[in-house]
């Protein structure tokens, strides 16, 4: 009777670690291929006494605010192009299907009132909090040809969009970061 206990148990940790495993591969694979766009921010309180210096992104999406997108689903896909390296908000729409050339899904979802994609909180390092004031722009990687709506925040960008908290006497590559 243990042996079944011991096996089946074994079992679920294999199960586990192989989609654990699969999940960080594919951010991986999204941090090092994927195309980075710059999504602007609207400016947020960045402290919390529990969870140390950290900013929650804001992004501006007035322009989705019409009577069309106010009926879409609470989650589907943010459609949107990409000019001069930022996100350009298009429409909601329920699912990753029926995209012009040269447009891009992300996952979204509705809480409240406010639109989400999974990337609206940034933890500063020890020491980098000042750099909340800076900061104009998220920095995010996608796959383009993968239309499964998922991203990678990789961080926050000043208004030259060069990246922020890098280390004096470093220099960050526009595209590479």
Known sequence: MRH????????NFLVFT???????WEKEKIRKTGRLFFLPLVLSD???LFQGDYMILNYDWQVLE???????PKR???VFRIQKE????????????????GE???????SGFQLKIGAE???????????????????????????SGDKLLIGLFDKNKQKLGQKKGTKSKKGKN
């Open 66 to 72: 019409t009577e069309e997108n106010a009926n879409a």
């Open 46 to 48: 960045p402290r919390s």
């Open 86 to 101: 930022e996100l350009v908000p298009i429409r909601l729409q329920k699912d990753f299907t029926n995209l012009s050339f």
């Open 121 to 147: 909180s940034y933890f500063f390092q020890e020491g980098d909090a000042s750099l909340d004031s800076e900061a104009k722009f998220a920095g995010i990687r996608f796959l383009e040809a993968d239309n």
């Open 4 to 11: 079944k206990w011991f096996v089946l148990l074994f079992l």
């Open 76 to 78: 589907g896909c943010l």
């Open 18 to 24: 192989g989609f654990f495993t699969y999940s960080v």
């Open 104 to 110: 891009h899904c992300l996952k979204y979802y509705r």
